[in-house]
């Protein structure tokens, strides 16, 4: 037995560890008396990758290339590889992924299983709508080839699907055409929420990237609104991809009282002070933390929780307001903390969680009780505006709440395998 | 054009095939893949072709336990051209307590582990001392530094290497030749899984790989990957019978 852990790092459990690197012999590996789970980099923040006293089967030693057509950027591989590795491999060939979440340290089948979404939502949508096929191996033996036109009942289950529906063997995906990796950017400082929401809409059309950090001590909403789109610039000097790695746990958490207030005032006015456009590196600008290895250890022994919610446009922004009320009243919160509005599209996905409206994701150290009773009041919130919130990083939301906001959890049931389970599914599913 | 050639034993391993992508990263080189599952080996192939379609991948099914298939497989490879680089990556890490209980797999065990790298290497040795040349890097272990209870039998396998890789810098030690063995500390590979601890006991499968192919374009006979290894195996090899053996490792 081994010990293993999520992202947020609230504890872990003991799983029995089975670690395929042959594809053709992975049902084979599957065969256990003891339900299993797909576990790939473990960067689900709750308890969807999580199966305790149960089995894993590590998918990052299927990371096998199958295929990659430079003329049309079809590329087909295995589960297990890493979005990084894709994007070292097909840039410099002309390819990109279409979209991409914030961190390149997950497996495409994470990346299907929770149908993640980047900032360019409001253009491309979420990374399943990329996924031209899946293998699918169901616990039983049957596998299960499905697409957006082939067995459509199995893909929109799969995508998103937490890794429910069967073991992900292999999928293509369909790549963009780029030039390079530099980016056109700009700054700008909001002051609050209608500031935010003016600037999110008039870039909708005209940006490709959107984001914004917030500063959740102001429950005005101040922050700073970042946008981006593919730059037509020369080759320029590649940044060096210099890694550094949080060695060790700290006693308490980094993120408390004492420094997340100066933290966030000297963010946000820094910012101010470089506002404007500028040319970055997609690196960057996209995934900030990948240089900071194992930053999740900030948060102390305890762990953290992130709080990500989607609430519909209309009557958003009152929703957004009293949730950033509630946290600024009770003083909890992190620096990483992220607004964003979503693209007027739903996801293919009958557990996606990327729908019409508003996001906001905010990292919570964890303290316990009093952590919880912030959640229960931003869960009314949610409930109340007919949001819901992302699997990918829950751990606690109670399952009344699940079901309110997956309105189509009822039928993705019918294609879940009897031999997976999870905590996450024992939580909200009830097996 | 010049291609370097390389030749890896074993070449479904984790490790042997995150150099090969190292490899074929570098420069389209031409690789002579050599593994016991010619299924296994063709997901390792289309792979590295993905990764780079100016290499030349070749795929060849091999005993690993016959002197005479060895020797053949060897003079075939040899005979198509000079090779630049051998990597001896072949291996298998047995149930300890299994070993124990049944000669038989104490017997293939050792077999695999000691016998049959060095068949290789002797095969690859004769010819790259008549060409005065190349490179043979053997993959040992930091468990061949000392038998412990845990895992002696392994450790008396890669233990053998060791010496034999003496030996052979040794003989060769005025040639062109250069031989060079690699030890391991304990890595996040499908080999270990079940032993995977949190909090980085293992290290990383890239990250050794990478030091792996840096080593073998250096100049020195012994690689500890990672280096705090040569550290730990210092005091671990030194340390007095009645202190070691009071341990639990």
């Known amino acids: 037995m081994v010990a293993v852990s999520s992202w947020g790092k609230l504890g872990s459990w003991e799983h029995q560890i089975v670690a395929p690197n042959d594809r053709n012999q992975v049902f084979q590996q599957l065969q256990s008396r003891q339900l299993g789970l797909a576990y790939g980099m473990g960067r689900s923040y709750g308890d969807a990758c999580l199966n305790p006293n149960g089995m894993l089967w590590r998918t990052t030693g299927l990371d096998h290339f199958i295929s990659f057509d430079d003329n049309s950027g079809r590329l087909v591989c295995e589960a297990g590889v890493l979005l990084r590795d894709i994007q070292h491999l097909t840039i410099p060939r002309g390819w990109i992924l279409p979209v991409t979440p914030g961190t390149l340290l997950i497996t495409v089948g994470g990346a299907i299983a929770n149908d993640v979404h980047g900032k360019n939502h409001h253009i491309l949508g979420s990374f399943g709508d990329h996924v031209q096929h899946i293998t699918l191996l169901r616990t039983s033996g049957e596998v299960i080839e499905c697409g957006p036109q082939l067995r459509e009942e199995w893909f929109s289950?799969?995508?998103?699907?937490?890794?429910?529906?069967?073991?992900?063997?292999?999928?293509?995906?369909?790549?963009?055409?780029?030039?390079?990796?530099?980016?056109?950017?700009?700054?700008?400082?909001?002051?609050?929420?209608?500031?935010?929401?003016?600037?999110?809409?008039?870039?909708?059309?005209?940006?490709?990237?959107?984001?914004?950090?917030?500063?959740?001590?102001?429950?005005?909403?101040?922050?700073?609104?970042?946008?981006?789109?593919?730059?037509?610039?020369?080759?320029?000097?590649?940044?060096?991809?210099?890694?550094?790695?949080?060695?060790?746990?700290?006693?308490?958490?980094?993120?408390?009282?004492?420094?997340?207030?100066?933290?966030?005032?000297?963010?946000?006015?820094?910012?101010?002070?470089?506002?404007?456009?500028?040319?970055v590196h997609y690196e960057p600008f996209f995934y900030p933390l990948d240089n900071l290895l194992e930053w999740n250890r900030m948060y102390g022994p305890k762990g953290f929780y992130q709080y990500q919610s989607v609430v519909p446009r209309a009557g958003g922004q009152g929703a957004i307001q009293a949730m950033l009320r509630e946290i600024a009243r009770s003083g909890e919160g992190s620096f990483l903390a992220v607004l964003k509005t979503f693209g007027n599209r739903e996801s293919l996905g009958m557990l996606s969680f990327p729908r019409p409206g508003v996001t906001l994701a905010l990292d919570f150290p964890n303290k316990g009780a009093r952590t919880e009773k912030l959640f229960k009041c931003l869960d009314d919130i949610v409930r109340e505006a007919g949001g819901c919130i992302y699997l990918a990083k829950d751990a606690r939301m109670p399952r009344s709440l699940f079901e309110a906001g997956y309105p189509k959890f009822a039928e993705f049931l019918l294609y879940r395998d009897s031999g997976i389970s999870s905590a996450m599914s024992r939580r909200l599913m009830g097996n | 054009m010049n291609r370097k050639r390389i030749v890896i034993i074993g070449a479904t391993s984790a490790i042997a095939e995150h150099c090969a992508r190292l490899w074929v990263a570098e420069s389209p080189v031409e690789l002579i893949l050599v593994g016991r599952d010619l299924a296994k080996m063709d997901l390792v192939a289309s792979d590295l072709r993905v990764r780079s379609p100016m290499a030349t991948v070749k795929c060849l099914q091999a005993d690993f336990i016959d002197p005479v298939n060895i020797q053949a497989l060897v003079d075939r490879i040899v005979k198509d051209g000079a090779v630049n680089i051998a990597l001896i990556a072949h291996g298998s890490l047995p149930d300890q307590q299994q070993c124990q209980k049944n000669l038989h797999l104490c017997h293939d065990a050792l077999t695999v582990n000691g016998?049959?790298?060095?068949?290789?290497?002797?095969?690859?040795?004769?010819?790259?001392?008549?060409?005065?040349?190349?490179?043979?890097?053997?993959?040992?272990?930091?468990?061949?530094?000392?038998?412990?209870?845990?895992?002696?039998?392994?450790?008396?396998?890669?233990?053998?290497?060791?010496?034999?890789?003496?030996?052979?810098?040794?003989?060769?030690?005025?040639?062109?030749?250069?031989?060079?063995?690699?030890?391991?500390?304990?890595?996040?590979?499908?080999?270990?899984?079940?032993?995977?601890?949190?909090?980085?006991?293992?290290?990383?499968?890239?990250?050794?790989?990478?030091?792996?192919?840096?080593?073998?374009?250096?100049?020195?006979?012994?690689?500890?990957v990672p280096g705090k290894w040569a550290l730990i195996m210092m005091i671990i090899r030194h340390l007095p019978g009645f202190v070691f053996n009071r341990t639990n490792i």
């Not at chain 1, 059309?205 to 020369?234: K, L």
């Not at chain 2, 890097?137 to 412990?148: E, K, M």
């Open chain 1, 157 to 279: 289950a799969t995508v998103g699907g937490v890794g429910l529906t069967g073991f992900i063997l292999t999928a293509e995906i369909q790549l963009r055409r780029v030039s390079g990796s530099w980016l056109d950017t700009e700054t700008i400082p909001y002051a609050n929420l209608d500031e935010f929401f003016q600037l999110a809409d008039s870039s909708e059309t005209t940006w490709e990237h959107t984001v914004s950090w917030i500063d959740c001590i102001y429950s005005r909403g101040r922050g700073i609104f970042m946008r981006a789109n593919p730059a037509d610039t020369e080759q320029r000097l590649e940044p060096t991809g210099r890694k550094l790695t949080m060695s060790f746990v700290p006693p308490v958490s980094l993120v408390n009282n004492l420094t997340l207030r100066p933290f966030n005032a000297a963010y946000y006015n820094l910012k101010r002070r470089q506002a404007g456009k500028s040319i």
């Open chain 2, 115 to 224: 016998v049959s790298p060095i068949l290789f290497a002797e095969a690859f040795s004769g010819h790259m001392q008549i060409a005065n040349a190349g490179t043979l890097a053997i993959i040992g272990s930091v468990a061949g530094d000392r038998g412990r209870k845990s895992n002696y039998v392994y450790g008396a396998a890669k233990g053998m290497v060791t010496r034999y890789v003496q030996g052979l810098q040794h003989r060769l030690a005025k040639t062109g030749v250069k031989v060079l063995l690699i030890k391991p500390g304990p890595t996040d590979t499908p080999m270990t899984a079940h032993l995977k601890q949190q909090g980085g006991r293992l290290a990383n499968v890239g990250d050794v790989s990478r030091l792996i192919v840096k080593a073998i374009s250096q100049e020195r006979s012994v690689y500890y």
